[in-house]
């Protein structure tokens, strides 16, 4: 089975091949028997962990299982599996709807979560009043690494000279402004 699954993105906590459980429930409404997740085209076999539905967040039908199931990441196309566990840890622990699917592998999932806490830190700076020679090089990283993300446009590169322009006549060049200057400078090129 490892070879299968030899291409699959690596998960931090549980790897890339399936976890085996030996728990493979079949569905069946009518007779009250377990309801499975939505997931049932991508299932892996034998890997279901059962659900506790009085930690599920309210939803139409529970569901009685999660499967480790095979997905492709939205962002980088690699395939990945969203396991059993993680489920069970969405949407018992930390409350998601049902409905939340994984659609980003692991490591697209926290470049998203880093650019987001980016953006936030960057609107943050923008709305300070008298910046911090330290303050506004922050906000260059911030606002460059965000164009490299691809969320500003490259115009916005203009705001990082001038921000850079303006650590500059506070006196305080460093390392980190080289750095910056330098992927300014391959950015534009």
């Not at 997905?71 to 196309?77: M, Q, S």
């Not at 305080?172 to 300014?184: C, G, I, K, P």
Request: aromatic fraction near 8%; glycine fraction near 4%; charged fraction near 30%.
């Amino acid at each position: 089975m490892n070879g299968e699954y030899a291409n699959y993105v690596e998960h931090p906590r549980f790897g890339r091949s399936p976890r085996i459980t030996g728990l493979n429930p079949q569905s069946d409404l009518t007779t009250g028997k377990p309801f499975l997740h939505w997931n049932a085209a991508e299932r892996i076999p034998n890997t279901a962990v059962e659900a506790d539905l009085s930690r599920q967040s309210r939803a139409t039908v529970p569901v009685t299982h999660y499967y480790d199931v095979k997905r492709t990441c939205r962002d980088c196309g690699r395939p990945f599996i969203f396991f059993a566990q993680e489920q069970k840890h969405w949407y018992e622990e930390l409350g998601l709807p049902l409905e939340a699917d994984c659609v980003r592998c692991v490591p697209c999932r926290k470049r998203q979560q880093g650019v987001a806490l980016k953006r936030e830190r960057y609107e943050e700076l923008f709305h300070v009043a008298e910046r911090t020679a330290d303050e506004n090089l922050e906000m260059a990283e911030c606002c460059l690494s965000l164009i490299e993300a691809g969320v500003f446009h490259v115009r916005q590169t203009q705001r990082v000279r001038q921000l850079l322009k303006r650590v500059d006549a506070q006196g305080v060049m460093t390392a980190v402004s080289n750095d910056l200057n330098r992927r300014l400078a391959a950015l534009e090129s």
